[in-house]
C-alpha cells in the first residue's frame, strides 16, 4: 500500500494541475454560450442551463472570421515553414561544421533571445518601410523567419544524432550538403516539428506586431480582428467576445493535435540516444 502512496500522489498533482489549466478554457467556452444577461452572474456557472449558440453568429456578423483566419494562416504557416527550414540548416552548422569564431558567433545569436520585441520593433519597422512593404503580409513574415531559439534546439538535436552517418557519408564522397539533406534533416524531423508547432501557437497569437505593422482591415489577422469585438463589453455583451477567442483557438489547437506525436518524439530523443 505504501508503494502506491506516491504514485496516488502524482496523480493527484497532475489532476489539480490539469483543472487550474483547462478550467478557465472550459468557463471560457461555457461564458460564450450563455445569454448576454447571465454573462457576470455571480458565482459564476461552469455549466450553463440552456446553451445559446447565437454569440458565434454575432462574432461572424461583426468581423470577418474567414479573411482573418486565412491572413492568420498564411502568415503562421509560412513562418513555422521558414523557421522550420532555417533553424535546422543554421543548427547543423553550429553542431557539425568548424569554422572560425563559431562559438562567439553562436554566442550573439543566443544573447539575441534576450532582447525584447519592443526593443528592436522601430528599426525592424524602418527597414520594413524602406522595403515598401508596409501594411502587407510580408511586413509580419520575414523578419520573424530567423530564429534564435530554434536555432539552438536544433543544434542540440543535431549533436544527439550518430556522428558516424556524416564521416560514412564523407568517406563516399557526399558534400556537406548533400550529407545534411539526405541523412541529417530526415533524421531532424521531429525535432523540425517542435520549431514549427511552437512557431505556429507563438505567431498564431501574435498581437504586437501586426499592430504596429498594419493599417488595413483587409490584412488584419486573427487576433488583431478579435479587438474590435472589445465594443460588445459596453453593452455587457461578453459572451460575443469569449466566442472569438474559442473560434481563434480552434487551429491552433488542432494544430498541436496532429504535432503532438512528433513533439513528444523529438523531446524525448535525447534520452533515447
Known sequence: MTRKLPGLAAYAVLIVAALLTLGPVWWTFTTSLRPAAESFSLPPSFFPLSPDFSSYAAVF?????PLLVLNSGLVTALIAAGQMITAAMAGYVFARMEFRGKNALFAIVLATMMVPAQVT?????????????????????LPAIPTAFGTFLMRQYFLGLPLDLGEAAAIDGASPWRTFFSIYAPLALPGMAIVGVLA???????????????????????????????????????????????????????VFL?????????????ASK
Do not use: C
Open 258 to 270: 496532429f504535432g503532438q506525436r512528433y513533439l513528444r518524439e523529438g523531446l524525448t530523443a535525447g
Open 61 to 65: 456578423e461583426q468581423i470577418k472570421i
Open 200 to 254: 505556429f501557437n507563438f505567431h498564431w497569437n501574435e498581437f504586437f506586431r501586426p499592430l504596429i505593422f498594419m493599417i488595413s482591415e483587409e490584412n488584419y489577422t486573427l487576433p488583431l480582428g478579435l479587438v474590435t469585438l472589445q465594443g460588445n463589453l459596453g453593452t455587457g455583451s461578453i459572451s460575443i467576445v469569449l466566442a472569438g477567442v474559442i473560434l481563434s483557438m480552434i487551429p491552433a489547437v488542432v
Open 121 to 141: 520593433i522601430v528599426p525592424v519597422f524602418m527597414i520594413i518601410r524602406g522595403m515598401g512593404l508596409s501594411d502587407t503580409l510580408l511586413a509580419l513574415i
